[in-house]
């Protein structure tokens, strides 16, 4: 029997249409093996998609409301154990982010949803302005207006049919919830490919959402980025809903293109923390480490560059650096452990050419942690028939480091603590804030409220959080 063996893009080994996925700590392989949605199989899926559909989008927008509550309710709650478990097998987090991960989409239920529906409810628009009335010319004109002042125009929203959604592995359960719930209240028919590295945690979280839907109203298919081609491509799926990398954004919003496909996209960071000498320095090298070192690094808003005003450096670098001795990298599953491994063996080889080049280019190592000894992360060959160990990177923060490095330009998603430096005023530090091709958050420290709204303004992101960081601190209705 012959034996088909490949390799996804993102590095995950496919064996006889299997995804053979690895335990990030372990090395081990993950059990079972998830099969890989073939052709045939996605095309009955989306044609059972389209019949749900047609029942769905019949239902009220409050019962539909109503059910996707019971979902989460009856669905979610309990298994939220296991489905924390699974994530932190198959992507890696500690264990304790991962139950907040599940906490978070177990909270939507609540002022989320309610939020989610009101955007999909009619909207009634009356007009009243008798003046115009009194201001016509003639009584046919009297006549049209007054007609007008009566009526009313209602604002309906319908849903477009089939949504795919892709999701990311770094939020496996919370990412498709983003994704997936607000198309589900809108009426639509919903199909989930999880990210290749997190099949098991997609499946498991959107079996649970869909407990107390009509059946195929929200399904899933499987495998690597090709799946995901072949659904985007479908004639009959009229809205694809992806987060994820840039690069692949790109290759999705071209593909859209071709059939005018309705399209959102969430892609990547590098966002910018900027320290002014008048900060509070042990609030903002709190938030720095926290942000740097959440899901090892791998959050799509991480703090990623710290611009820090030369006159306080030395003092800001010592308590980035006493902070973050406080982590530690280990087994995710572990107690204590605050970073877990990164999520496959090409992430970490990014990461640490990263770091490499850095250090090769005059940045200055300020502290590097211990990762677990009894793991060998030596290997740099990737095509190796098994990865053996885990794919640690110690936390790191880096100090001198200068714009042009590629550390400070291309998303890091590792536990890296990036410093630099700028002259103190205002404008160095919006130009290097917005030296960027990414853009979705920034945040700015110190003690002049007028000045960090200043330059809150002129830094180019969707949320700029001032004296905070703004993905933990922003009102729910905040645009993201
Ligand atoms: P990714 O590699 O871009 O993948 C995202 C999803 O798209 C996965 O399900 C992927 O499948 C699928 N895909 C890949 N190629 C495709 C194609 N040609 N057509 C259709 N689908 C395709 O991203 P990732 O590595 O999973 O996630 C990390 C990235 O997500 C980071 O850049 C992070 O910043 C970003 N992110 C952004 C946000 C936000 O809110 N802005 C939130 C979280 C993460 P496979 O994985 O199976 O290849």
Same mark, same amino acid.
């Given at each position: 029997?012959?034996?088909?063996v490949?390799?996804?893009?993102?590095?995950?080994?496919?064996?006889?249409?299997?995804?053979?996925?690895? !335990?990030p700590?372990?090395?081990?392989l993950?059990?079972?093996?998830?099969?890989?949605?073939?052709?045939?199989?996605?095309?009955?899926?989306?044609?059972?998609?389209?019949?749900a559909q047609?029942?769905?989008? !019949?239902?009220?927008?409050?019962?539909?409301? =109503?059910?996707?509550?019971?979902?989460?309710?009856?669905?979610?709650?309990?298994?939220?154990?296991?489905?924390s478990?699974?994530?932190? !097998?198959?992507?890696?987090?500690?264990?304790?982010?991962?139950?907040?991960?599940?906490?978070?989409?177990i909270?939507?239920?609540?002022?989320?949803?309610?939020?989610?529906?009101?955007?999909?409810e009619? *909207?009634?628009?009356?007009?009243?302005?008798n003046?115009?009335?009194?201001?016509?010319?003639d009584?046919d004109d @009297?006549?049209?207006?007054?007609?007008?002042?009566?009526?009313?125009?209602?604002?309906?929203?319908?849903?477009?049919g089939?949504?795919?959604?892709?999701?990311?592995?770094?939020?496996?359960?919370?990412e498709i919830s983003?994704?997936?719930?607000p198309?589900?209240?809108?009426?639509?028919?919903?199909i989930?490919?999880p990210s290749? &590295?997190?099949?098991?945690?997609?499946?498991?979280?959107?079996?649970?959402?869909?407990?107390?839907?009509?059946?195929?109203?929200?399904q899933?298919?499987?495998?690597? $980025?090709?799946?995901?081609?072949?659904? *985007?491509s479908?004639d009959?799926?009229?809205m694809?809903a992806?987060? $994820?990398?840039?690069?692949t954004?790109?290759?999705?919003?071209? !593909?859209?293109a071709?059939?005018?496909k309705?399209?959102?996209?969430?892609l990547?960071?590098?966002d910018?923390m900027? *320290?002014?000498?008048?900060a509070d320095l042990?609030?903002?090298a709190?938030d720095?480490?926290?942000?740097?070192?959440?899901?090892?690094?791998?959050?799509?808003c991480?703090?990623?560059?710290?611009?820090?005003?030369?006159s306080?450096?030395? =003092?800001? =670098?010592?308590?980035?650096?006493?902070?973050?001795r406080?982590?530690?990298?280990g087994?995710p599953?572990?107690?204590?452990?605050t *970073?877990?491994?990164?999520?496959?063996?090409? %992430?970490? =080889?990014?990461?640490?050419? %990263?770091v490499?080049?850095?250090?090769?280019?005059?940045?200055?190592m300020?502290?590097?942690?211990?990762?677990?000894t009894?793991?060998?992360?030596?290997?740099?060959?990737m095509?190796?028939?098994?990865?053996?160990?885990?794919?640690? &990177?110690?936390?790191?923060?880096?100090?001198n480091?200068?714009?042009?490095?590629?550390?400070?330009?291309?998303e890091?998603?590792?536990?890296?603590?990036?410093?630099?430096?700028?002259?103190?005023?205002?404008?160095?530090?919006?130009?290097?804030?917005n030296d960027?091709?990414?853009?979705?958050?920034?945040?700015v420290?110190?003690a002049?409220?007028?000045?960090?709204?200043?330059?809150?303004?002129?830094?180019?992101?969707?949320?700029?959080?001032?004296n905070?960081y703004?993905a933990d601190? @922003?009102?729910l209705?905040?645009?993201?």
């Open positions: 029997m012959s034996r088909m490949h390799r996804s893009n993102c590095g995950v080994k496919i064996i006889h249409g299997l995804l053979q996925n690895i !335990n700590a372990t090395g081990d993950i059990l079972p093996s998830i099969a890989i949605t073939t052709p045939s199989e996605l095309s009955t899926i989306i044609s059972k998609a389209k019949i047609c029942v769905w989008g !019949n239902l009220s927008l409050s019962k539909r409301v =109503e059910l996707l509550r019971q979902s989460i309710t009856t669905g979610i709650i309990p298994m939220a154990s296991q489905l478990t699974t994530i932190t !097998n198959e992507m890696g987090k500690v264990l304790s982010e991962s139950q907040l991960e599940v906490q978070a989409a909270d939507m239920r609540g002022k989320w949803l309610d939020m989610v529906r009101e955007a999909n009619d *909207v009634v628009l009356v007009e009243h302005d003046n115009k009335k009194a201001d016509a010319e009584e @009297a006549r049209v207006l007054e007609a007008a002042a009566a009526a009313e125009s209602v604002v309906v929203r319908d849903p477009l089939v949504v795919a959604v892709l999701s990311p592995w770094n939020f496996p359960a919370s983003y994704l997936a719930i198309a589900l209240v809108a009426g639509n028919a919903v989930v490919k290749e &590295h997190t099949p098991l945690s997609g499946a498991m979280y959107c079996a649970a959402l869909a407990s107390a839907l009509p059946e195929g109203v929200l899933v298919v499987q495998g690597d $980025g090709t799946v995901g081609e072949q659904l *985007v479908s009959d799926v009229h694809v992806m987060t $994820g990398s840039t690069a954004g790109k290759r999705i919003m071209k !593909n859209c071709t059939s005018l309705r399209l959102v996209l969430e990547g960071g590098k910018p900027i *320290v002014f000498a008048d042990d609030v903002a709190r720095a480490v926290t942000n740097s070192l959440a899901n090892a690094g791998q959050v799509c991480s703090i990623e560059r710290l611009y820090v005003e030369k306080v450096q030395v =003092e800001f =670098e010592q308590k980035v650096v006493e902070i973050a406080i982590h530690k990298v087994m599953m572990e107690e204590g452990v *970073v877990g491994p990164l999520v496959s063996r090409m %992430q970490l =080889e990014h990461v640490k050419r %990263q490499k080049e850095s250090m090769e280019d005059g940045a200055t300020l502290y590097e942690s211990a990762i677990p009894a793991i060998d992360t030596t290997t740099t060959n095509d190796c028939e098994i990865q053996h160990g885990g794919n640690f &990177h110690p936390i790191t923060v880096l100090g480091l200068q714009q042009s490095m590629s550390i400070q330009k291309v890091t998603f590792g536990p890296i603590i990036a410093i630099s430096t700028f002259d103190g005023s205002e404008e160095n530090a919006i130009t290097l804030a960027t091709e990414y853009g979705l958050t920034a945040c420290y110190t002049d409220l007028e000045k960090a709204s200043r330059v809150a303004r002129r830094i180019r992101a969707g949320q700029v959080g001032i905070c703004s601190e @922003a009102h209705k905040c645009p993201w």
